[in-house]
């Protein structure tokens, strides 16, 4: 692996947010793309994170502290994982669940999504069921996409679902979800429309749904 991208991934666990940054615009003016960035750089420091959190040698400040490094590289990576000149794919709202702070992840699926041609309201982080509903009143997108990191969360998206049928829009959308705990089974246990393990995937997913 390049230099660059392994610098990358050491800066962004440390929680260097301008080394990543420089180093993040370094590896594109070197020639190596956007997604090869992410991938091997940004997103192999944020796995060793990941690792180390679990295993207690990392505490939630250093996580956040890692998590801002992320966002300093993909502020750069975001406009050229976007840059695509096709009309639109269709329109896809995205959110957190209730309960669940996690972002960094259905912020990589939006912008992947982006990329691959759809519109994107990006409704946040810990959003409640009648959020979601209200925003699809007016938003009338054609997917819904439901993130979770927790396995307490994973309830949520349960919760949404059975919201939006008692809401009468379950049937206007079509509902994808993800995130680490989340399986295809669990998709299909809740009656969400698909499920998609990593941002490439979700693009294909939604292009399947619409
Ligand atoms: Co949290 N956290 N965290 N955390 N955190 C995890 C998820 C955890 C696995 C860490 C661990 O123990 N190893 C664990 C969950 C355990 C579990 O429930 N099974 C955990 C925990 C326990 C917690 C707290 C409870 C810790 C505490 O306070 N005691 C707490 C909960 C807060 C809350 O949400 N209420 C907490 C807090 C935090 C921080 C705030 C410190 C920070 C979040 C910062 C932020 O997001 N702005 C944080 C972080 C960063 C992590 C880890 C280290 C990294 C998550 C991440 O961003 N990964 C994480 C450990 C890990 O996953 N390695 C961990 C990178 C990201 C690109 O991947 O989000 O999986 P991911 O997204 C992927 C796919 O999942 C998929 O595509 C993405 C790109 O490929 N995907 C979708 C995601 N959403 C999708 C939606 C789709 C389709 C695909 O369709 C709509």
Do not use: C, W
């Not at 420089?22 to 944020?46: F, H, P, R, Y």
């Not at 705990?181 to 995937?201: K, L, N």
């Amino acid at each position: 692996m390049s230099e660059v991208l392994k610098q990358m991934a050491k800066d962004l666990y440390n929680g260097d947010d301008d080394a990543v940054a420089k180093l993040t615009q370094k590896a594109l003016d070197e020639g190596i793309t956007a997604e090869v960035v992410l991938k091997n750089g940004l997103l192999s420091g944020m796995d060793q994170v990941g690792v180390d959190f679990k295993a207690g040698d990392l505490f939630v400040p250093e996580v956040l502290i890692a998590a801002r490094a992320m966002h300093a590289g993909m502020d750069i990576l975001r406009p050229l994982l976007a840059e695509a000149d096709v009309p639109s794919a269709g329109k896809v709202l995205i959110g957190t669940v209730e309960g669940d702070l996690h972002d960094i992840g259905k912020n990589l699926v939006g912008m992947m999504l982006e990329g691959g041609g759809f519109d994107i309201v990006d409704v946040g982080t810990d959003v409640p069921p009648e959020k979601f509903i209200e925003a699809i009143k007016e938003e009338q997108p054609n997917v819904v996409g439901m993130s979770a990191l927790l396995t307490t969360t994973m309830q949520s998206m349960k919760q949404t679902l059975k919201a939006l049928i008692e809401a009468g829009v379950r049937d206007d959308v079509k509902v994808m979800i993800g995130g680490a705990p989340v399986t295809r089974s669990f998709a299909e246990e809740i009656g969400a429309d698909g499920y998609a393990p990593d941002a490439a995937s979700a693009v294909e997913l939604a292009r399947s749904l619409v």
